[in-house]
Each structure stands twice: as structure tokens, then as C-alpha cells.
């Protein structure tokens, strides 16, 4: 489990910060990647390596929203659901942790990393360095030819 602390603003104009909460289990993982021709890193590997952008950011949309849940007070349960997901991507704090998701690898990585199981991160730490490195070889070339 992801505990994620974010400073926004939200629509009074009041500066906020809370705790966010984000999980993936073993089965939702399982489902995700037999949904997913090769499995989902395979699919975030093909994604990156055709800089195909608009899929990646629907990729991270949907692990963030799919992963956004609130604990019980108990702790027993990790609650999800649609209601819950909506109401978290209509908040500012939603669009600031999207925006950091976007925008830096190293903290798209950390956040993949951390709503997986202890068990399943050690494995996702390699595919995941050499996807991130390649990605950011590739944003590096990219922002060499537009200098030129």
C-alpha cells in the first residue's frame, strides 16, 4: 500500500493536505495483466518504446484511479469503488498527483512500485528501471532535436 501526502488548493481557495491512500491486490494485478496482451508491463514497455503518449497517460489514469481507495477504520479493509474513484479525480489533489505521474519517471516509478505488493515490487524494480531509463533516453533525444 501507497500512502500519498498532497498539498493542493482546493475550490474555496483553502491550501490542503491530506493522505491519500493507493493498492493494488494479487488478483487485481492477475486481472490486469491477463487483460493485457503480454501482461501490463509488457504493454507500458511497447507504450513507451512507440512514445505513444495519450496511451500512457490513460495507463496512469487508470492505475491511479483503480488503485485510490480509503482504509477502513479498522484496517481490515481497503475499501474501492467507482463513487470513491470519481470523487477523487474531481479533486485538485487528483490533478496534482496526475501531473507529478506525467511528468517525471522517477516518481511514475516509485508510485507503480509502491501500490503493488512487497512480493510482486522487487520484481517490477527491473522491468520498470529499464523501461524508465529507455524512457528517459529517449526524452533526452527528443529534447536534443527540437534544440536543433
Do not use: C, W
Not at 12 to 31: H, I, Q
Not at 120 to 139: F, G, H, P, T, Y
Request: charged share 30%.
Amino acid at each position: 500500500m501507497l500512502k500519498k501526502t498532497i498539498t493542493y488548493t482546493d475550490y474555496n481557495g483553502e491550501e490542503r493536505t491530506e493522505d491519500f491512500y493507493f493498492n493494488l491486490t494479487k488478483a487485481e494485478l492477475t486481472e490486469m495483466n491477463l487483460s493485457e496482451d503480454g501482461g501490463l508491463v509488457a504493454l507500458i514497455n511497447k507504450i513507451s518504446m512507440e512514445k505513444d503518449y495519450p496511451k500512457m497517460l490513460k495507463i496512469f489514469k487508470k492505475l491511479v484511479l483503480q488503485s485510490y481507495g480509503e482504509k477502513s477504520l479498522d484496517g481490515k479493509r481497503f475499501i474501492k469503488n467507482e463513487e470513491i474513484a470519481e470523487a477523487f479525480s474531481q479533486t485538485e489533489a487528483y490533478s496534482n498527483l496526475f501531473m507529478l505521474l506525467a511528468t517525471d519517471a522517477d516518481e511514475a516509478a516509485a508510485f507503480i512500485t509502491g501500490i503493488v505488493p512487497k512480493d510482486l515490487a522487487e520484481n517490477l524494480k527491473d522491468s520498470e528501471k529499464s523501461i524508465i531509463d529507455e524512457a528517459k533516453a529517449k526524452a533526452n533525444v527528443a529534447s536534443l532535436d527540437h534544440r536543433n
